[in-house]
């Protein structure tokens, strides 16, 4: 149920607070894993990619708690179960809960991950696009 009185600017700060704590333990998680694995020959490069992203979603996270504290909103609880994410807030007084299930929050998720880890451009919405090699295009102009 949603607070009486809350904005919508303030549910979506509520939503991308959730969405980063999960994304930065994502990166967490996947950045010990892969430093402990063994698997790569050179996991320094890769490490060095989700890093980056893991700071830009710490940087972020940090600029929704300052919003956080400047419009008087407090997450208390927030549990997980087969169903999805809910979450239990207090703004400006009066409380309120979020639900989001599995598919949106890990839609949401995944879109803000290749984001951060600069994986989406303009001319590729669905992934990476490298750029080309300034003698490829050379080549083709031949």
């Known amino acids: 149920m949603t607070a009486p009185g809350i904005t919508q600017d303030e549910l979506s700060l509520i939503k991308s607070y959730l969405l980063l704590q999960f994304i930065h333990k994502v990166f967490d998680r996947d950045l010990r894993i892969m430093k402990e694995s063994g698997v790569f020959k050179t996991p320094e490069l890769y490490m060095e990619v989700l890093a980056g992203g893991d700071r830009q979603a710490l940087m972020l996270l940090s600029e929704v708690k ?27 007084g009066y409380t309120g809960e979020m639900n989001i299930l599995w598919p949106a929050f890990r839609s949401e998720m ?11 451009s ?21």
């Open 110 to 120: 995944l879109a803000r991950m290749k984001a951060y880890l600069g994986l989406q």
């Open 122 to 142: 303009a001319a590729s919405p669905g992934g990476f696009a490298p750029e080309p090699h300034p003698s490829a295009t050379a080549f083709q102009n031949s």
């Open 66 to 92: 300052r919003e956080f504290k400047s419009r008087r909103i407090r997450v208390y609880q927030v549990g997980q179960d087969e169903r999805g994410i809910e979450a239990e807030y207090v703004c400006r």
